[in-house]
């Protein structure tokens, strides 16, 4: 086996992915906390374990994310952008062209050329509205996991509206919602909606198809209210949480 190790040090997770021959043979993911490097030592040991390893194994690291400067015995540290590039094109089979990735704290939108470059980006990181902690945020709030987001977004109601670009003022339309008795199929659209023309606003025009990576993209909500807003179909990368640690294993030489 010739092993070797993405990490992806992110705002609100760590994700670790093994690799071999270019192919995902095991995934891991730890909240982020303080001391990042024994949280992420801790993922790999865990992982070599359920793989079969021995303990203290050492296979190439690469590390990137908010965090990948926390683990200091890396092999390669790799920005994140190109790391999340390398991860969708593969994952995409080199069709993407376009895509959106939904982060902790940050929206970005991805360009690729023909041969999985990044060509151009975006990114949106000065409010948490729109992102992952955005949907942690509002899960709290309703009292609801974000894995049920799907299913009751689909829910009938009148339709509301959450209009708010800030996280906080965001919220207090929740709160507001709630207190008048909104059901929560009704708020969880809006949220979806909400997020969905952030996105558009940085994407713009859209030619062709759209991929979405990152954690909230195994939202099916968000997915269908992308596809409402840009009027294209968006298509989910497998492991869309683990594309950006993927892209970093990837780039470790043979």
Same mark, same amino acid.
């Given at each position: 086996?010739?092993?070797? $190790?993405?990490?992806?040090?992110?705002?609100?997770? @760590?994700?670790?992915?093994?690799?071999?021959?270019?192919?995902?043979? =095991?995934?891991?993911?730890? $909240?982020?906390?303080?001391?990042?490097?024994?949280?992420?030592?801790?993922?790999m040991e865990s992982g070599f374990r359920e793989i079969g390893l021995p303990a203290g194994a050492k296979p190439a690291v690469a590390?990137?994310?908010?965090?990948?400067?926390?683990?200091?015995?890396?092999?390669?540290?790799?920005?994140?952008?190109?790391?999340?590039?390398?991860?969708?094109?593969?994952?995409?089979?080199?069709?993407?062209?376009?895509?959106?990735? @939904?982060?902790?704290?940050? @929206?970005?939108?991805?360009?690729?050329?023909?041969?999985?470059?990044?060509?151009?980006?975006?990114?949106?990181?000065?409010?948490?509205?729109?992102?992952?902690?955005?949907?942690? /945020?509002?899960?709290? !709030? !309703?009292?609801?996991?974000?894995?049920?987001?799907?299913?009751?977004?689909?829910? +009938?109601?009148?339709?509301?509206? @959450?209009?708010?670009?800030?996280? $906080?003022?965001?919220?207090?339309?929740? $709160?507001?919602?709630?207190?008048?008795?909104?059901?929560?199929?009704?708020?969880?659209? *809006?949220?979806?909606?909400?997020? *969905?023309?952030?996105? *558009?606003? !940085?994407?713009?025009?859209?030619?062709?198809?759209? =991929? /979405?990576?990152?954690?909230?993209?195994?939202?099916?909500?968000?997915?269908?209210? !992308?596809?409402?807003?840009?009027?294209?179909?968006?298509?989910?990368?497998?492991? +869309?949480?683990?594309?950006? *640690?993927?892209?970093?294993?990837?780039?470790?030489?043979?």
């Amino acid at each position: 086996m010739n092993l070797k $190790v993405g990490l992806d040090l992110g705002s609100s997770a @760590i994700k670790a992915v093994f690799v071999d021959s270019g192919e995902m043979v =095991w995934t891991g993911v730890a $909240v982020t906390a303080p001391r990042q490097e024994s949280i992420a030592l801790a993922l790999m040991e865990s992982g070599f374990r359920e793989i079969g390893l021995p303990a203290g194994a050492k296979p190439a690291v690469a590390s990137t994310g908010y965090g990948k400067n926390l683990y200091l015995t890396a092999d390669l540290l790799l920005d994140e952008l190109t790391a999340n590039a390398t991860g969708l094109f593969r994952l995409s089979q080199g069709q993407a062209r376009a895509a959106v990735n @939904i982060g902790g704290q940050d @929206i970005k939108v991805l360009k690729l050329s023909p041969d999985g470059k990044l060509a151009d980006f975006k990114m949106n990181d000065k409010c948490a509205a729109g992102t992952g902690r955005f949907f942690e /945020l509002a899960a709290r !709030l !309703l009292d609801t996991p974000l894995e049920q987001f799907h299913e009751l977004a689909r829910q +009938p109601g009148p339709e509301v509206e @959450i209009n708010s670009t800030c996280a $906080v003022f965001a919220e207090s339309e929740i $709160v507001s919602l709630l207190s008048k008795g909104t059901a929560l199929g009704p708020i969880i659209r *809006a949220l979806h909606a909400s997020v *969905a023309k952030r996105a *558009a606003g !940085l994407l713009g025009r859209a030619e062709g198809p759209l =991929w /979405l990576d990152g954690g909230p993209a195994m939202n099916g909500g968000l997915v269908e209210a !992308l596809e409402d807003e840009l009027m294209t179909e968006v298509k989910v990368v497998p492991k +869309p949480q683990f594309t950006v *640690a993927y892209g970093a294993a990837l780039a470790l030489a043979d």
